[in-house]
């Protein structure tokens, strides 16, 4: 046995042609039985890949002519021994069955009815990533992301539970500076929550990272075979579906594409897959003294955003109509949205026209925006529950730095041995007493 030859390629050259070819009609084998070989045998193997014909021995030899290769070194043998060559009358004729599975693994390609089109999967990436900043802002066009994903919208601080309705999630002030980023920016801020959750989940944090660098390293739009993930790794690349990083065809395929979306894993530049048409870039918004504002935009998300703290009134083509009001400013304070965040988004995406004005915004406007803010702020409503008659100062301190720990202390009177719990941090509380009691 040759000294470079590993026990696995003695396993495969005792194997029938039969089903080495078998074994080569799978990319990933050929790629790894390629791999097996030295650099030489390599290197002929890629130069025969395209041409029409056999190659020659002594095309062979001139082609290594510089590396003083003779024909003696040439391994032909290893190459015969496993049905990747075969030498007829001092011709090379590389295994057509080889040759189309490490063209398909070069390539990224699996089988050809395995493969979707470019066009397809930047629309699979944009509808499952605008799925989830479209539920963000409350669309009734949107459907709801998958648990896991609204699960970590809410520990990211980006989506809380409505107050009224448990049910319901509405957008945090933190959510709507989300909408406010790029599509690089907003995608790590996702992933990185779910690497912070991925221990807690009992995933490998370092597999997970891992794992992403890979998929964004890979080549976009082109098939990788699923054999020989982990189960860590199975259920990383089901979940980045959620986020249109890949696409599958189903949940039990065995190869995934990755999307134009997954390059911003290893980019520091925005992702080409863009929510907003170029002109929009510029700016779309004029907003008049008399509060009316006026969107040149036909983007749904951009005018889902929009309705966040403006009234609507018309929708026309390219064009949308409304007015901001006290109620409408009111309700986007009330999800958590601040006056200043209103105020910058309005004078980020304003108008080329808008900025021959100084101030760019209508100071009358923007000044009462913020007076509506501070009418707000006067008096803040919170459901919870009172706690008093603590016997002793003791007991007093030790519930009321237990309700701090969990962040659910709302108000406390040292003086008069009272707090107020907010309604989730009550039965933890409670429970808590309780423990102290027994």
């Known amino acids: ?130 799925t989830i900043l479209y539920f963000m802002v409350g669309s009734e066009q949107s459907t709801p992301p998958r648990n896991t994903v609204l699960f970590l919208l809410q520990r990211a601080g980006l989506m809380q539970r409505d107050m009224n309705d448990a049910r319901h999630l509405n957008i945090t002030s933190a959510g709507f500076q989300f909408l406010l980023q790029d599509v690089n920016s907003q995608l790590w801020a996702l992933l990185l929550q779910y690497l912070r959750m991925a221990e807690e989940r009992n995933m490998d944090l370092v597999e997970v990272l891992a794992f992403f660098f890979t998929v964004g390293g890979l080549e976009f739009g082109r098939a990788y075979e699923t054999r020989g993930f982990s189960l860590t790794q199975m259920q990383t690349l089901e979940e980045l579906s959620d986020y249109g990083l890949v696409y599958r065809t189903s949940k039990s395929a065995k190869y995934f594409f990755p999307t134009r979306l997954a390059a911003t894993l290893t980019s520091t530049a925005t992702s080409a897959l863009s929510t907003l048409d170029d002109q929009e870039e510029q700016g779309y918004l004029i907003l008049e003294t008399n509060y009316r504002v006026y969107a040149y935009t036909s983007n749904l998300l951009r005018i889902a955003i929009l309705n966040l703290f403006v009234t609507l009134k018309e929708r026309l083509p390219n ?94 009177s040292e003086a008069k041995r009272m707090l107020f719990v907010t309604s989730e941090g009550h039965e933890s509380v409670r429970e808590f007493i309780q423990r102290r009691r027994v």
């Not at 496993?82 to 490490?102: E, M, P, Q, T, Y």
């Not at 707000?376 to 919870?384: D, E, L, M, W, Y």
């Not at 007093?396 to 709302?410: F, I, M, P, T």
Request: aromatic share 8%; with cysteine; net charge neutral.
């Open 1 to 130: 046995m040759n000294d470079a030859e590993l026990p696995i390629e003695t396993f495969l050259k005792a194997q029938p042609r039969t089903v080495l070819n078998r074994l080569y009609e799978k990319p990933a084998s050929c790629l790894a039985v390629f791999r097996l070989l030295p650099m030489v045998a390599r290197q002929i193997i890629l130069n025969m890949l395209f041409l029409d014909g056999p190659l020659t021995v002594e095309d062979c030899l001139k082609f290594f002519q510089q590396r003083q290769t003779t024909e003696h070194e040439i391994p032909l043998e290893r190459m015969e021994g496993l049905s990747i060559v075969k030498l007829r009358a001092d011709k090379l004729h590389l295994n057509d069955i080889f040759r189309k599975g490490i063209v398909g693994a070069l390539n990224g390609s699996g089988k050809e009815h395995d493969k979707v089109g470019i066009e397809f999967l930047d629309s699979y990436a944009r509808t499952q990533w605008e």
């Open 319 to 412: 064009l949308v109509v409304g007015q901001l009001t006290r109620e409408s400013v009111k309700s986007a304070l009330n999800k958590g949205i601040t006056a200043n965040q209103v105020i910058t988004y309005l004078t980020h995406h304003a108008h080329p026209q808008m900025h021959k004005n100084d101030p760019l915004l209508p100071a009358t406007v923007s000044d009462q925006i913020r007076l509506w803010e501070r009418e707000k702020n006067r008096v803040a409503t919170c459901a919870g529950n009172l706690y008093t008659e603590f016997t002793s100062i003791h007991d007093y301190e030790q519930v009321r730095d237990y309700a701090k720990s969990l962040g659910v202390l709302q108000w406390e």
